[in-house]
């Protein structure tokens, strides 16, 4: 239920080893994944932030508990994988085992899925600016009719078409079909709205819900940050203070509203 972080880390690093060799019994993303690790001379066995962090607790639901860095949350979450393995996977090692040793219950598994999901969508409505106002402030009519219409779909009151629809106009405001005519959000409305396209992407269920529920935060840390220095020239000192302040308040926020939603996976 409550692995230790050396338990943790440890079978995590052995499963991502072990789906290199796993063949077919292995998704594609496994695989592809041990071979990312191999071509990067990245070395699974070494000790990453994540696992220095938890080092300094006895227990991952301690270490999940003293965490208000919404970075390392989505990354631990991301390495008990949040999905329900086939039962033909039957290696002693992998995030099967994780998951049974966390949570035995598939329906806990299914939660905090579903939780990410919701995340990503109150982190779009919720976010506060430093201002008085929050990102929901920020993003422009088509980010808001996708965030709505996730929510209608996440709660079974829309059609699959009806969300679908409105996503796809969001998402090429931020991404049009002309390559030629892309830009990188350039402010915090852009920013909020790459932040709504990925909150309503987080509601398909095609898509990691870990993956798209990070990408959201940090699109919306980076609104906060650039509402926060919009004042400010880059050569100015407290560009820097300003900037450093509202990402790290954004993400102790995101912190504490992930935890209120789906708890801690390392206890009952």
């Known amino acids: 239920m409550n692995p230790t972080p050396i338990e943790f880390f440890h079978h995590q690093k052995m499963w991502s080893k072990e789906a290199k060799f796993a063949g077919r019994e292995a998704s594609a993303n496994d695989s592809l994944v041990a071979s990312y690790y191999d071509s990067a001379g990245i070395d699974i066995y070494e000790e ?5 962090f938890a080092m300094k607790y006895a ?10 860095n919404i970075d390392w949350l989505c990354g631990v979450i991301d390495k ?19 998951l049974k040793k966390i949570n035995p219950a598939r329906e806990r598994t299914l939660a905090i899925d579903s939780g990410l999901r919701k995340f990503a969508l109150r982190i779009v ?4 600016l430093g201002d008085g106002r929050t990102l929901w402030d920020i993003v422009g009519k088509p980010g808001r009719v996708a965030v709505e219409t996730a929510e209608h779909f996440i709660e079974g009151r829309t059609t699959w078409e009806e969300f679908c629809k409105n996503k796809r ?7 049009p079909p002309n390559i030629a005519n892309y830009v990188f959000p350039r402010d915090a409305a852009d920013y909020a709205a790459k932040a709504a396209v990925e909150a309503a992407n987080a509601a398909d269920t095609h898509y ?8 959201t935060a940090d699109s919306a840390t980076c609104a906060v940050a650039f509402a926060a220095t919009a004042a400010c020239s880059r050569d100015d000192a407290k560009f820097a203070v ?7 308040a954004t993400k102790q926020f995101h912190a504490r509203l992930l935890k209120k939603i789906i708890g801690n996976p390392f206890t009952k």
């Open 48 to 52: 990453d932030t994540d696992e220095k």
């Open 59 to 68: 227990s991952m639901a301690d270490a999940w508990d003293a965490c208000d």
């Open 80 to 98: 008990i994988r949040i999905r329900v393995m086939p039962d033909s996977v039957k290696y002693p090692n992998s995030v099967l085992w994780v």
């Open 125 to 128: 409505r919720e976010t506060p």
């Open 169 to 175: 106009a969001a998402h090429i405001i931020i991404y």
């Open 208 to 215: 990691s819900s870990c993956i798209l529920a990070a990408g």
């Open 242 to 248: 300003a900037d450093l302040s509202a990402r790290t």
